[in-house]
């Protein structure tokens, strides 16, 4: 009986171990932060002892993700590597140049960099953070300053963390396949069943990318090598994270070959819908031929549209008169008046699409809102601005759960066609409530995973039980250069003695034939 009791006490306190976990979410876009922070949330409801640390950096976004953790808040003043207002720029540009990408790559490198550097310098900082003793790591891929921190602090376990999905050089240093031929690039509008020329632009988008970041975003972190007591090799930092947290649905995501380092975790910034306001409401209810929700997140803002986009939208939206459209337009204030359109500064985006009424979702198709969408079982119309959201968008259509629409040549015929088919084409409901239904009944749950996963690398961690081999090749190892290199030359080598072999017996049986007919023949005569 005692060894009975004796055995439950320990499954108990085992069961209600609390983990401290320090978190590092550097404010960078307003998604990346949502994302950490939800991270941080589902922990602390687990019964860990969170801690997020978020420096400043992108001074558009002011929010800090979480709001059950412990925040560790520094600042970074004068940042000129941000462009504030830049909603306004997006809505202009026609696409990016490789020297545009290549500007931002600089500025975002260097602005980690430059604010990386205060925080290694500062000892009190690092002492207490030290202090905690903490059991684990969490850092965003895309920073590459937690690493570091992690590494002046001797905080030996960690994971890491992603907002987006596996971009081209995060797979290579995890293993994991991102084969151009079938792999849409993280920043390419193609999906995965490509042409010739769609699989050479992906080609193209792929090499800048990867490059860019061997160039510049690599030996910019190498540079944190100085101000760390001892060696620092950023790439096998990174290698060295027992598992990686990808921001995306695998049920909505391009099917790729992954290695088990990989967890996807995608859908775990969806909150639980909450019930709607007595105005939003009575708006919903009341609109007896549905709703349309029109919004483009929170960096790009609809009041930043020229006004001949706005034109295009309003267009549209008078083509379908019966229809009711909620437009996230930051200011509420009609420069052209329609009945049918209702203007609001900020709207309870995840309510509304949970809501009966609500036919589709014309959006930007951000990371979030296309989670949001796809759990709530909403179509959408993506009309993709910058980075991710073209890939992401050619994924939801992939699937048959939205329509893509180009910002260059978009038109309000298009953009009303584009409405009525979500609305009328009654498969495109069904495909959006088919994969929320998949998404609730997969066999593990996005959070049970994350808690799970997190608890076990914690428990025994650090492990490099999934790292997959084939990420210590280099190039020539990893396509077996070096070995074709000596094949191809024995192979061709074997062929050209076995066809001069051949060809020599060749001639000699002519030969020994022209003389056997000769003789016979001499004889006969």
């Known amino acids: 009986m005692h060894s009975y009791e004796a055995l439950l006490v320990v499954l108990l306190a085992e069961s209600i171990a609390s983990y401290k976990i320090l978190i590092f979410s550097p404010r960078l876009g307003y998604s990346h932060v949502n994302f950490m922070g939800r991270i941080a949330d589902i922990l602390v409801e687990a019964g860990h ?14 929010n800090n993700g979480s709001s059950l953790a412990k925040i560790i808040r520094k600042r970074f003043p004068n940042n000129q590597y941000f462009e504030k207002n830049s909603s306004k720029m997006i809505w202009k540009k ?122 510049i975003w690599e030996p910019t972190a190498q540079s944190l090598q100085h101000h760390l007591p001892n060696e620092f090799d ?23 070959l992954v290695s088990r380092k990989v967890v996807f975790v995608g859908g775990i910034a969806v909150s639980e819908a909450s019930p709607l306001t007595e105005d939003y409401q009575q708006l919903m209810d009341r609109s007896e031929h549905g709703v349309i929700l029109v919004s483009f997140g929170t960096v790009v803002k609809s009041k930043d549209m020229d006004s001949d986009v706005k034109e ?9 008169s019966e229809i009711t459209f909620i437009w996230k337009y930051e200011i509420e204030k009609r420069d052209v008046y329609l009945s049918n359109v209702v203007k609001r500064n900020w709207v309870p985006q995840n309510d509304l699409l949970n809501h009966r009424n609500l036919l589709g979702f014309v959006s930007h198709c951000g990371q979030n809102s296309l989670m949001e969408s796809i759990n709530a079982g909403v179509p959408l119309i993506c009309i993709p601005l910058y980075a991710d959201q073209f890939r992401n ?16 040549n978009l ?32 066999p ?61 017996l060749f001639f000699l049986f002519f030969s020994v034939s022209r003389i056997l007919t000769r003789r016979l023949f001499s004889v006969e005569g």
């Open 49 to 62: 002892d969170v801690a997020v640390f978020v420096p400043d950096l992108n001074p558009d976004v002011s």
């Open 94 to 215: 026609k696409g990016d140049s490789i020297l545009q990408v290549t500007r931002l790559y600089r500025r975002l490198a260097d602005a980690q960099r430059m604010s990386c550097q205060k925080h290694l310098e500062d000892e009190k900082l690092m002492d207490s953070l030290r202090a905690e003793h903490y059991d684990l790591g969490v850092t965003e891929h895309i920073s590459f300053c937690g690493y570091a921190i992690f590494k002046k602090i001797a905080l030996k376990n960690y994971v890491t963390a992603m907002a987006i999905n596996l971009m081209e050089v995060s797979s290579d240093h995890f293993g994991v396949s991102s084969n151009p031929s079938y792999v849409p690039a993280s920043f390419s509008s193609k999906s995965d069943k490509m042409n010739y020329f769609d699989r050479l632009t992906n080609v193209i988008i792929y090499t800048i990318t990867y490059g860019l970041t061997k160039i």
């Open 234 to 256: 950023y790439i096998e930092v990174v290698k060295q994270s027992s598992l990686v947290f990808v921001n995306t649905e695998e049920l909505l995501e391009f099917p790729r």
């Open 312 to 320: 295009i939208f309003e267009g549209a939206f008078q083509q379908l």
């Open 393 to 408: 968008s050619r994924a939801a259509e992939s699937r048959n759960v939205a329509l893509v629409l180009n910002k260059e």
């Open 411 to 442: 038109t309000a015929n298009d953009l009303a066609s584009a409405l009525k088919t979500i609305i009328y084409d009654e498969s495109y409901r069904k495909s959006a409530e088919k994969l929320k239904t998949m998404i609730r009944q997969k």
């Open 444 to 504: 593990m749950s996005a959070r049970e995973r994350l808690v799970k996963y997190t608890e076990f690398v914690i428990k025994y961690g650090p492990f490099d039980n999934f790292s997959v081999a084939g990420s210590e090749l280099n190039i020539f190892q990893y396509f077996l250069v070096d070995v074709l290199i000596v094949i191809v030359p024995l192979v061709l080598l074997m062929i050209y003695i076995s066809a001069n072999l051949t060809l020599r």
